[in-house]
T-cell receptor, first 110, second 111 residues
Framework: GQSLEQPSEVTAVEGAIVQINCTYQ??????LSWYQQHDGGAPTFLSY??LDGLEETGRFSSFLSRSDSYGYLLLQELQMKDSASYFC???????????WGAGTKLIIKP | DGGITQSPKYLFRKEGQNVTLSCEQN?????MYWYRQDPGQGLRLIYY???????QKGDIAEGYSVSREKKESFPLTVTSAQKNPTAFYLC??????????FGSGTQLSVL
């Protein structure tokens, strides 16, 4: 079957850097997306990687290694507002019907 | 302001009842999606539509139905055949690329 694995919970300190990993197993692969979801809210798009390498968007960066079926989201200069769940999602075909990971709850301590 | 509007925010269903969740978008997106989210889990695709008057089943379509009569609207009906409907339902739209825009969701509970 198709699946994405990510840690269920990560804890970090305000101002620090945290990395959330995602490994995927899909029938095909067009790209890896990351979404942020605050409790009770809607997911919001953070980044998308179709090619190997690092994509940087402000304090957030996302990395992809297609050969390793692996990606990660890197959050720098953590702020309390970054406390949320983070989901990786893979597009197995060109229709972009995403397969989602179960999400990583990021807990930030002062 | 462009966006996706879901209503209602909270909905209660009695046993044997069909209920309809509304989703409207003014982003001029061709594709629309319905996802179900259970606590501590990722999103699971119920139905999606890439064009008006056409839609396809996702991974968990049983007990649900949709229509796409207008580009802006993609309502979801949770039928009495769905025996475990309690969940957070999310509607999304996209321009058939990698970026989804989500509505604020509807929490459905069973009385």
């Amino acid at each position: 079957g198709q699946s994405l694995e990510q840690p269920s919970e990560v804890t970090a300190v305000e101002g620090a850097i945290v990395q959330i990993n995602c490994t995927y197993q899909t029938s095909g692969f067009y790209g890896l997306s990351w979404y942020q979801q605050h409790d009770g809210g809607a997911p919001t798009f953070l980044s998308y990687n179709a090619l190997d390498g690092l994509e940087e968007t402000g304090r957030f960066s996302s990395f992809l290694s297609r050969s390793d079926s692996y990606g990660y989201l890197l959050l720098q200069e953590l702020q309390m507002k970054d406390s949320a769940s983070y989901f990786c999602a893979a597009a197995p075909d060109s229709n972009y019907q995403l397969i989602w990971g179960a999400g990583t709850k990021l807990i930030i301590k002062p | 302001d462009g966006g996706i509007t879901q209503s209602p925010k909270y909905l209660f269903r009695k046993e044997g009842q069909n209920v309809t969740l509304s989703c409207e978008q003014n982003l001029n997106h061709d594709a629309m999606y319905w996802y179900r989210q259970d606590p501590g889990q990722g999103l699971r695709l119920i139905y999606y539509s890439q064009i008006v008057n056409d839609f396809q089943k996702g991974d968990i379509a049983e007990g649900y139905s949709v229509s796409r009569e207008k580009k802006e609207s993609f309502p979801l009906t949770v039928t009495s055949a769905q025996k475990n409907p309690t969940a957070f339902y999310l509607c999304a739209s996209s321009t058939l690329d990698e970026k989804l825009f989500f509505g604020s969701g509807t929490q459905l509970s069973v009385l």
